[in-house]
């Protein structure tokens, strides 16, 4: 195994993490008519600059790939070593199929789109698909890599992934089936989902650079 090698990949999705989470920060703030507890930010992948949000999705899901490559790498030999790195692979996955299939707009976003528009559109499908699987690819994984760190003996980091994995699911769950409402409802299901959204990224960071930090040299 090259160290040096597998450290880069890994240090893809040190990046990709803090990448999608302050550029699309950014977004949701000067985003004209982008409301955070309204809007999740797939949306912002629809109107004059949705390309940013579009390259965003592509790029940062091919860092985790990448990231996922260097994990299975660093892993080779040891508990976890398959299922960890390959659903981290397949959220990397989902996240440029997300890019690649634009959500459909919804809640007055883009503006000029009516605040009860519920039109779906098979790009729209298959965004909610891609995302879905690999929503699913990053809950497991985390359990995956919980049971890994049990067996060691880490409890922060058996925690750490558990609580990470059930509050994606739970938080998933809601996006899916309350984004349709209005009021109180919606705004909880949003900051919730996005709050998941940057636990989900933080998670994946931390894990990269404690399988770095773990390799010869690290």
């Given at each position: 195994m090259n160290s040096t090698t597998t450290k880069a990949l890994l240090a893809c999705t040190l990046v990709a993490g803090p990448l999608y989470v302050v550029v699309g920060a950014i977004e949701a703030f000067v985003?004209?008519?982008?409301?955070?507890?309204?809007?999740?930010?797939?949306l912002l992948a629809n109107g004059r600059w949705g390309w940013i949000h579009i390259l965003l999705l592509v790029l940062t899901g091919?860092?985790?790939?990448?990231?996922?490559?260097?994990?299975?790498?660093?892993?080779?030999?040891?508990?976890?070593e398959t299922w960890g790195p390959l659903l981290i692979g397949l959220y990397g996955a989902g996240l440029i199929g997300a890019g690649v299939f634009v959500a459909d707009p919804m809640n007055g976003f883009p503006p000029g789109t009516s605040a009860d528009a519920n039109a779906v559109s098979w790009h729209g499908i298959l965004h909610f698909v891609c995302g879905g699987i690999g929503f699913l690819g990053l809950i497991s994984a985390c359990f995956v890599f919980a049971r890994r760190f049990a067996a060691l003996g880490e409890r922060g980091?058996?925690?750490?992934?558990?609580?990470?994995?059930?509050?994606?699911?739970?938080?998933?769950f809601g996006i899916a089936s309350g984004s349709q409402q209005g009021g109180a409802v919606l705004t909880f299901v949003v900051l919730a989902f996005t709050a998941a959204v940057v636990l989900g990224w933080a998670w994946i960071s931390a894990l990269s650079f404690r399988v770095r930090d773990a390799l010869p040299g690290g």
């Open positions: 985003r004209p008519g982008f409301d955070p507890t309204r809007h999740d930010l797939s091919l860092l985790t790939v990448a990231g996922a490559i260097g994990m299975r790498r660093a892993l080779r030999g040891s508990r976890g980091w058996t925690i750490f992934s558990m609580a990470t994995g059930v509050l994606y699911f739970a938080a998933f």
